[in-house]
């Protein structure tokens, strides 16, 4: 089925460990995004890129590291896991970064001890 | 600050019911306002999508309206089902090429039979 697939579902890593948090879509959208959601607070946005090849940060990139080699994948990089990263991660696409709604993955729950 | 507020944070209703979801923003300069439902344990669906010259859109039961002159935008759900009950988010997106979307911390809706 077309969508955003996220893998995996859910991840405990210990302090300082590293992973990666896999994105895939198969809809030929050029902007994706990473997000985080924490009880209580709006999903922010981490890094986003427009494009292959294209990436920036969002509003709460410390910590995390993005590339964007495909128009398809866009993993997560968490470089020295701590435990102010647990958190529900979500990738998101679109066409394009404006006008139009995104179409959300799944999720990735994220403990870190 | 970009701010996205909404109201009420939760709200019950009994099946078959109307209600109406506030969302109250300071972004500027404005570029659309997007709904978004999301349900326990699940990425965030696109609802409606709103650009500054339109003030109303709907999706089936779900009618979205929006003031740009006074930063107001509702959501009117109609005739409720237990199904509706999940997490209504507003967002705010600037023009101009920023890429950062600002999300509000959502609505709690719960239906009850």
């Known amino acids: 089925n077309a969508g955003v697939t996220q893998t995996p579902k859910f991840q405990v890593l210990k302090t300082g460990q590293s992973m990666t948090l896999q994105c895939a879509q198969d809809?030929?959208?050029?902007?994706m995004s990473w997000y985080r959601q924490d009880p209580g607070m709006g999903l922010r946005l981490i890094h986003y890129s427009v494009g292959a090849g294209i990436t920036d940060q969002g509003e709460v990139p410390n910590g995390y590291n993005v590339s964007r080699s495909t128009t398809e994948d866009f993993p997560l990089r968490l470089l020295s896991a701590a435990p102010s990263q647990t958190s529900v991660y979500f990738c998101?696409?679109?066409?394009?970064?404006?006008?139009?709604?995104?179409?959300f993955g799944s999720g990735t729950r994220l403990t870190v001890v | 600050k970009n701010q996205v507020e909404q109201s009420p944070q939760s709200l019950i209703i009994l099946e078959g019911k109307n209600c109406t979801l506030q969302?109250?923003?300071?972004?500027?300069?404005?570029?659309?306002l997007r709904w978004y439902k999301q349900d326990t344990g699940r990425g965030p669906v696109s609802l409606t999508i709103?650009?500054?010259?339109?003030n109303t859109k709907s999706n089936g039961r779900y009618t979205a309206t929006l003031d740009a002159d006074t930063k107001q935008s509702s959501l009117h759900i109609t005739a409720s089902q237990l199904s509706d009950s999940a997490s209504y988010i507003c967002v705010v997106s600037l023009s101009g090429g920023s890429y950062i979307p600002t999300f509000g911390r959502g609505t709690s809706l719960i239906v009850h039979p």
């Open positions: 709103m650009t500054f010259s339109e």
């Open positions: 998101a696409s679109s066409y394009e970064a404006d006008n139009y709604g995104y179409t």
């Open positions: 969302c109250n923003y300071t972004v500027s300069p404005f570029s659309n």
């Open positions: 809809m030929n959208h050029e902007y």
